[in-house]
């Protein structure tokens, strides 16, 4: 939540220089306030776990979210029941007409497939071009981060040599950074995926920023200039337990996984894993919803007409 200030304190200006969101006396009196319109489509198997996650992390904040959950019509769901699926998700011609304030793409198990294999890659497609006139802000996260890149700039992923699965140290690049803000020199987030990002190619658009990165996990966090896209190549809003799950999924199936790095105490399976990024997910969260809060238009319809 943005904070009230007298027009005229001295430490106004030195908050609004930290990207502080700061509401002066005579805004705050003239402000129409409504409930904020966020969208996330879902493509994990595990619907309900990715639901709990990102819904905890969303609801760190006293802004009332309106939350509208979205399916592709282009892939069967076979992981959880169509009755959960009919009851809850809308899909994409259901809402074409209609705007959003923020919009989450989550990850998805298909790395390993070159984008344009994925049976739903045409619709995400439409969906990622209609998000450029119907959402205020963007959030792509993991694969769904991978594919916002190379669809909206071209940017390809590359294949690791071995699976990156762990929690990592990172640093931010940018301390007064409206998504970055208030996060510690050195933070920690999971990471499990088989494909990376390259900071360089990034760096190489113009219209990007490179806002965290970390020595083992490389990119981290990216945005656009004007935050109206924010990439996460990470998971902070895992559960302290989805590492192990995935671990021992990967086990059974006969791969051979790694021991998640920096995340068992003692590298022990058999130990309850360390949580050290609880407070860096509802941070970062919390920072992207109070971005779209301050920028957000009011009145779609007028915003429309003067973009």
């Not at 739903?120 to 209609?130: F, G, H, K, P, R």
């Not at 990592?168 to 499990?192: E, V, W």
Request: with cysteine; hydrophobic share 35%; glycine share 4%.
């Amino acid at each position: 939540m943005p904070i009230k200030v007298a027009d005229n304190l001295p430490a106004k200006q030195i908050l609004e220089s930290e990207n502080v969101y700061v509401m002066s006396e005579s805004r705050a009196a003239h402000q129409d306030i409504r409930p904020l319109r966020l969208m996330i489509l879902n493509l994990m198997p595990t619907k309900i776990d990715t639901e709990t996650q990102l819904m905890r992390q969303l609801s760190n904040t006293a802004l009332q979210l309106d939350i509208v959950l979205l399916q592709t019509a282009t892939h069967e769901q076979t992981h959880t029941d169509r009755r959960h699926m009919a009851q809850f998700y809308r899909t994409f011609d259901e809402i074409k007409d209609e705007y959003f304030d923020g919009f989450i793409i989550t990850g998805a198990p298909v790395e390993h497939i070159e984008f344009a294999d994925v049976d739903y890659w045409d619709e995400l497609c439409t969906i990622m071009d209609w998000s450029k006139t119907h959402v205020f802000s963007t959030l792509h996260i993991c694969w769904g981060a991978q594919a916002g890149l190379y669809y909206h700039y071209g940017i390809q992923k590359k294949i690791l040599p071995q699976k990156l699965s762990g929690v990592y140290p990172h640093q931010r690049l940018q301390a007064f950074h409206p998504l970055t803000r208030g996060l510690d020199d050195t933070f920690y987030i999971p990471h499990s995926r088989n494909t990376t990002v390259s900071v360089s190619d990034v760096n190489a658009v113009p219209e990007l920023e490179t806002l965290a990165i970390s020595h083992k996990a490389g990119l981290a966090i990216a945005a656009r200039k004007d935050g109206r896209q924010v990439f996460f190549t990470g998971h902070c809003e895992y559960d302290r337990d989805t590492l192990m799950k995935e671990y021992l999924r990967d086990q059974a199936r006969g791969l051979e996984p790694a021991i998640p790095e920096n995340y068992f105490p003692d590298d022990n399976p058999g130990m309850t894993p360390v949580m050290r990024w609880r407070s860096t997910g509802y941070l970062l969260f919390t920072n992207w919803v109070n971005f779209i809060y301050e920028g957000t238009p009011y009145d779609w319809s007028t915003w429309i007409a003067e973009n």
